[in-house]
């Protein structure tokens, strides 16, 4: 069974602070990953996607994936309370339509 | 360019009843994706069309059913209704095709089973 793995949390940060996010994955041969940010009562936005190895930024957020360690993470600078939200990592099978999703990490940012 | 649309927003059924959900991709994007969301299972993929044929399926009974037509919109069906079919059904739209994979999502069906 192929999983993606995050911390449940929550994550609390304080406003301004940087947080990091973490997931790990099991299928090897995965090519894209992808960062989805969910609010309360909302469906899932993509803010993040990687397919090679190192760092990619988009203003204040910055992916990270590591593919020899099957591990990928999301860096969210200058946190604010409007980031608070569960945060989905989820792996693209082989390039199919299908995502495997993690359980989502909640993050709190405090003002 | 128009999101993806899903209708309807919120439905409440019975026990044993039968549903139709629908989705509108993003124009121009030719595969549409279903997804399940629970708070015990989380988000899980039911199935995948891309030109008005199922390309990819999750793990879930026949009793979930869907088709695309050909201007790509997407319907999903569940019949003989389970109280564990309540949950938030998503659909997401792509291009379906190249390396990047993108999807987006659309605001989601709340489906209450009694």
């Known amino acids: 069974q192929k999983e993606v793995e995050q911390n449940s949390g929550p994550l609390s940060v304080p406003e301004g602070a940087i947080a990091s996010l973490n997931c790990t994955y099991s299928?090897?041969?995965?090519?894209?990953f992808f960062w989805y940010r969910q609010y309360s009562g909302k469906s899932p936005e993509l803010i993040m996607s990687i397919y090679s190895n190192g760092d990619k930024e988009d203003g204040r957020f910055t992916a990270q994936l590591n593919k020899a360690s099957q591990y990928v993470s999301l860096l969210i600078r200058d946190s604010q309370p409007s980031d608070s939200a569960t945060y989905l990592c989820?792996?693209?099978?082989?390039?199919?339509?299908?995502?495997?999703f993690g359980q989502g990490t909640t993050l709190q940012v405090k003002p | 360019k128009a999101g993806v649309t899903q209708t309807p927003r919120y439905l409440i059924k019975t026990r044993g009843q039968q549903v139709t959900l629908s989705c509108s991709p993003i124009?121009?994007?030719?595969?549409v994706s279903w997804y399940q969301q629970t708070p015990g299972q989380g988000l899980q993929f039911l199935f995948e069309?891309?030109?008005?044929?199922?390309?990819n399926k999750g793990n879930f009974p026949g009793r979930f059913s869907g088709r695309q037509f050909s201007n790509s919109r997407s319907e999903m069906n569940v019949s003989t209704l389970e109280l564990g079919d309540s949950a938030l059904y998503l659909c997401?739209?792509?291009?379906?095709?190249?390396?990047?994979?993108?999807?987006?999502f659309g605001p989601g069906t709340r489906l209450t089973v009694l």
């Open positions: 124009s121009g994007h030719r595969s």
């Open positions: 989820a792996v693209n099978e082989r390039n199919t339509g299908k995502l495997i």
């Open positions: 069309y891309f030109s008005e044929t199922q390309r």
């Open positions: 299928d090897r041969v995965s090519q894209s």
């Open positions: 997401a739209s792509s291009s379906g095709q190249g390396d990047i994979y993108e999807q987006f």
